[in-house]
């Protein structure tokens, strides 16, 4: 086994003086609905459970055959007005992400209400793009959390465009989202 290499003086000095203007990052935005890795169904308290009070948008889960998506399918949408070029930079990952929602093993009804909570949260904080993590579904089964999130996303008023992440953001596992300005 080779021994490290001794640091000299020297070499102390020259990456003292390299990093002596670096300053800690300020912390992200992110958001996790699995605070602790042990428990995945762990809630905060603060966060209401009753559908019929949380819930701000009433989206329906009804999909037909053909609603459904492939684990390794591209998604994409846009409402009308939404610029191409802007819809260009979302696909492209080159709009900042300002916050995450991981919904990896919950179930529809707690995905719905974590989105619905998530989104809720990201419009008052006024973030314009954020990511949804939903998988691609496991072991060749159908990826039904995915098809959900594409039928949810496009009826929220409050979603403008959305489209599967780049490879190094979760790739067709997860969705760069476009949300409008508060007024």
């Not at 093993?105 to 973030?127: P, V």
């Amino acid at each position: 086994m080779k021994k490290k290499p001794e640091i000299t003086a020297e070499d102390q000095n020259l990456f003292r003086n390299a990093v002596q203007d670096v300053r800690p990052l300020k912390k992200t935005n992110r958001i996790s609905p699995l605070p602790h890795r042990k428990n995945p169904y762990h809630r905060k308290q603060s966060i209401n459970t009753d559908e019929t009070e949380s819930e701000r948008y009433r989206i329906s889960d009804f999909l037909q055959n053909d609603d459904f998506c492939n684990s390794n399918e591209h998604l994409i949408y846009k409402k009308s007005g939404i610029q191409n070029q802007q819809l260009k930079k979302l696909k492209q990952g080159k709009l900042t992400i300002e916050a995450s929602l991981d919904l990896h093993g919950l179930n529809i009804n707690q995905a719905r209400s974590q989105l619905d909570t998530f989104i809720q949260y990201c419009m008052s904080q006024e973030f314009r793009c954020i990511t949804i993590i939903h998988g691609k579904g496991s072991h060749g089964k159908m990826p039904i959390l995915k098809s959900m999130v594409n039928h949810w996303l496009q009826q929220i008023p409050d979603v403008l465009a959305f489209s599967s992440a780049q490879t190094h953001h979760g790739g067709a596992g997860a969705l760069y989202v476009l949300l409008r300005k508060n007024r």
